[in-house]
């Protein structure tokens, strides 16, 4: 179980925690008192699954994100790169993938100078088959490629927050569309 993310919920709509109480209550009809949330946000308490159902829908939020499960904000930018990073190298053997297919066209409307698998190539130009074997390993500098070439995916905060609490389906998804 997750930790219950009611804190961030709260303060993101500006309210106290008798604020929100109130607003559960007049306005949402559930009857939450400010104690309860405070035993909530500090972890004392969590909800039963039907409290937890009643309070994401009073919040208008997932119960898995209200639950705390999926991703945390700070896990989104190393997920994002590992996410380009498996999607394009190792994918690339299945060409029907939405997403491999996605980031290449990307990569192609660029140009040829944006090509990743110039990161993996020896002094001739070929691939490096150790990098190959090595199912081409991430490191700062490709790092840096996805980072630099998919700045839309790192820089939107909008973006960003629709990811925090999805799982890798749901990114999958977004970041594909």
Known sequence: MGTLRLKSIRNKMGFTQEELANYLQEVKHLKISRGTIAKYESGVNFPSKRTLKALSDALEVSEDFLAGKGLQTE?????????????FFISYINTNDKAHNAIKNYLGYLGEDYEPYNFYK????????????????????????????????????????????????????????
């Not at 190393?78 to 996410?83: A, T």
């Not at 070929?126 to 840096?144: G, S």
Request: charged share 35%; aromatic share 14%.
């Open 75 to 87: 896990d989104i930018e190393e997920v994002l790169l590992d996410f380009l990073q498996k999607n």
């Open 122 to 177: 020896d002094n001739n130009g070929d691939l490096n088959t150790v990098m190959v074997n090595a199912k081409f390993p991430r490191y700062e500098a490709i790092d840096n490629f996805w980072k630099t070439n998919f700045k839309f995916l790192f820089e939107d905060k909008k973006f960003k927050e629709t990811l925090v609490g999805s799982n890798k389906a749901e990114l999958r998804e977004k970041v594909t569309k």
